[in-house]
């Protein structure tokens, strides 16, 4: 079983998503955190973020893992702290726009599907890396409610948070992951589509879950 959750940043697919795929006893794959893995390591290793070619070259040599408990994977080290911060948020569309970095990364998405009925979600689950999926979602909210939950979300982790950066870093975010040439975020007649920004994490799985039995 494969259940696709595509949507803009912020729209709470990654919750959602970890808790549905505990509810139904699946595996949960978060993609975003696969690029910002990438992006990490990117930047880390001060990589040019113009050169398609040597950041290709740097994911195709590196080890790239999920745990079972969600934690993110560099080469056998936990970067899982280190990938949730706002030069990641930055870059991260510029690498994950790149055509031999997007097919790659779905090869390696794929590869997750092989022995596991999994919920993937991300920017093109549901059009590029599964578009026969059981399951198709498109998760939304509008830009102030995504703004309002990350401020509140670096609040939580003890981070400093500017109201009006953030919804502009989200404003442009938006707008590279629609536009982009490759793996852009699409609406689609096939996906389900959830407007989550009055509704409450739990009313959102619970809506999922009736969905799917």
């Known amino acids: ?6 949507g803009p940043a912020g729209s709470g697919k990654g919750t959602i998503s970890k ?3 505990e509810r139904l006893g699946y595996v949960y794959i978060d993609t975003g955190s696969m690029y910002r893995s990438l992006t990490y390591l990117v930047l880390r290793d001060n ?3 113009d050169n398609e070619k040597a950041i290709y070259e740097a994911f195709s040599n590196c080890k790239m893992e999920i745990t079972k408990d969600c934690r993110n994977l560099l080469d056998g080290e936990d970067i899982s702290d280190r990938i949730r911060t706002q030069e990641i948020n930055t870059n991260i569309s510029k690498i994950s726009g790149y055509p031999s970095i997007r097919e790659l990364m779905r090869l390696k998405q794929r590869e997750f599907a ?9 920017r093109d689950i549901t ?3 599964f578009p026969d999926a059981d399951y198709k979602f498109y998760l939304d909210a509008s830009i ?4 309002k939950r990350r401020v509140k979300q670096n609040e939580e982790k003890g981070l400093e948070s500017d109201y009006n950066e953030i919804y502009e870093s989200i404003k442009n975010r938006d707008l590279a992951d629609m536009t982009r040439e490759y793996g852009a975020l699409k609406r689609t007649d096939d996906q389900i589509y959830i407007d989550s920004s009055n509704m409450t994490i739990e009313e959102v799985v ?3 879950l009736e969905v799917i039995k």
């Open 127 to 129: 059009t590029e890396v």
């Open 206 to 208: 619970l809506y999922m």
């Open 144 to 147: 102030e409610e995504r703004t």
């Open 114 to 122: 092989n022995d596991h009925s999994i919920v993937m979600e991300g």
């Open 1 to 6: 079983m494969i259940i696709a959750i595509d």
């Open 47 to 49: 990589i040019d973020i």
């Open 19 to 21: 808790i549905l795929a």
